[in-house]
């Protein structure tokens, strides 16, 4: 398929773990994989990386040397952490624009989520397939099927790989770094400048009132899935997540505007302008105009930020 549709063939970049598909069995299932590749003299023919889900996980993996084979297979440990899975990437290795081809055991491939490249052709995979394509280097190769010529010319399939469900010694806990709170806190202060850029105390919204209900603008009427990543993108916008009001100029702005198909941008229908979601959301609160939008398919989110969004832009 990837050929008839003309997607690139070369992995640019495999990336295994997240908060998915990291557990110890997954990591060791690559590893099994990557030492027989080693065996043969093969290393990584595309950039490799890990996140291991946990500070358990990373630990034990250390511990047990997991991460080192992965390490000296070409793999680059990440920090334990949500990383390129939601756009925390400052990828170096291709140009904005550029169509390339990544593989990833993530669990969610939406257009430009990992790197904030619209061109980039996210396949989403099993930890396990993941590391093989990353060995092979190409999107084509079935390791079930297709064969890996070693550093001796002589070719060789992968095995099944094969790991313990669990650390034969345990977890390690690694390190602890919680921070337990006071047992009353009532008395402690929290002191946040305004002028702070990532910080900012919410303010209590307006009561609800049935009658803003009537006689509502749309704002934008969504066309196909409005998930999370539409409603509120992560990445770079994350440094505002205790900002309210800089973090709401990202609603919205990969959603797809039905009125024209494209992304972040619509209709003011008070001026007729045509401008960012954002801002004409905006400018309908500062005019006291009750605004609603109106979903297609899937849409929504479970996480509380994204309705902050709208109550805050009234």
């Known amino acids: 398929m ?69 390490r000296e297979f070409g793999g680059t440990v990440l920090a334990n952490a949500c990383g390129p899975c939601i756009g925390q990437w400052d990828r170096q290795d291709i140009k904005k624009g550029e169509k390339n081809t990544i593989v990833t055991s993530y669990n969610r491939n939406f257009i430009g989520r990992n ?20 060995l092979a280097g190409t999107l084509d190769f079935d390791p079930r099927t297709d064969s890996l ?7 060789f399939k992968l095995s099944n790989p094969f790991a313990a469900e669990l650390p034969p010694r345990g977890f390690d806990p690694g390190e602890d770094t919680y921070q337990a709170p006071p047992g009353d806190g009532s ?83 008070s001026t007729e302008a045509w401008g960012p979601v954002p801002a004409t959301a905006r400018a309908y609160k500062a005019s006291g105009i009750n605004w609603c939008v109106i979903g297609d398919d899937n849409y929504g989110k479970r996480k509380e930020k994204r309705s902050y969004f709208t109550s805050f832009y009234g």
């Open 187 to 269: 008395s402690m202060a929290v002191d946040v400048s305004p002028e702070s850029q990532r910080l900012q105390l919410l303010s209590p919204f307006d009561s609800w009132n049935p009658e803003k209900l009537q006689d509502m603008t749309i704002l934008i009427k969504v066309k196909g899935k409005c998930t999370t990543d539409h409603i509120s993108a992560a990445g770079p916008w994350l440094k505002f997540r205790g900002h309210l009001d800089n973090i709401s100029n990202n609603m919205f702005l990969a959603a797809i505007n039905a009125e024209n198909e494209e992304m972040n941008n619509i209709q003011n229908k």
């Open 2 to 70: 990837a050929r008839e549709k003309g997607w690139p063939l070369d992995v640019r970049v495999g990336l295994i773990g997240s908060c998915t598909n990291s557990s110890y069995e997954d990591m060791g299932r690559c590893a099994s994989i990557v030492k027989e590749a080693m065996q043969h003299g093969l290393k990584a023919k595309s950039l490799f990386h890990i996140t291991p889900g946990s500070e358990q996980i990373r630990a034990t993996i250390e511990r047990d040397g997991i991460a080192q084979t992965l």
């Open 115 to 134: 790197d904030a490249n619209a061109a980039t052709h996210c396949f989403v995979t099993s930890p396990e397939l993941v590391t093989a394509m990353s």
């Open 149 to 155: 010529v070693g550093d001796d010319g002589k070719e």
